[in-house]
């Protein structure tokens, strides 16, 4: 009987942790966290611009901002190519 107890307690905790990997996978794709890089991405340029190089920062800090989400747009495709041909499986 306990080791079926031992087994329910063990099932119920790969339950939780499967359910935090999928949660943190929602996240690591979702729109709002792209959202969000952007922007911090945006304000730590333009604001090390303004104050190192003081040359138009806010509308220079777009540059690089724009060139990290093209790069988010594109690594599901670099992943693609990784899984099929440098991924080793167990």
């Known amino acids: 009987m306990e080791k079926i107890k ?3 307690k063990r099932i ?4 939780k942790r499967n359910k ?5 996978k ?3 794709t979702s729109l709002l966290r792209r959202l969000l890089l952007i922007l911090f991405t945006y304000l730590t340029i333009g604001i090390y611009m303004k104050f190192v190089l003081n040359t ?3 509308l220079n800090a777009i ?3 724009l060139g990290f989400y093209l790069s988010t747009l594109s690594l599901p495709f670099f992943k ?4 099929k ?4 499986k167990g």
């Open 56 to 58: 138009d920062p806010w």
């Open 80 to 83: 693609k190519i990784w899984d």
């Open 26 to 28: 929602a996240w690591e």
């Open 12 to 15: 119920i905790e790969i339950e």
């Open 63 to 65: 540059i690089p901002s």
């Open 6 to 8: 031992e087994l329910e």
């Open 20 to 24: 935090k990997v999928e949660q943190d």
């Open 85 to 88: 041909y440098f991924y080793k």
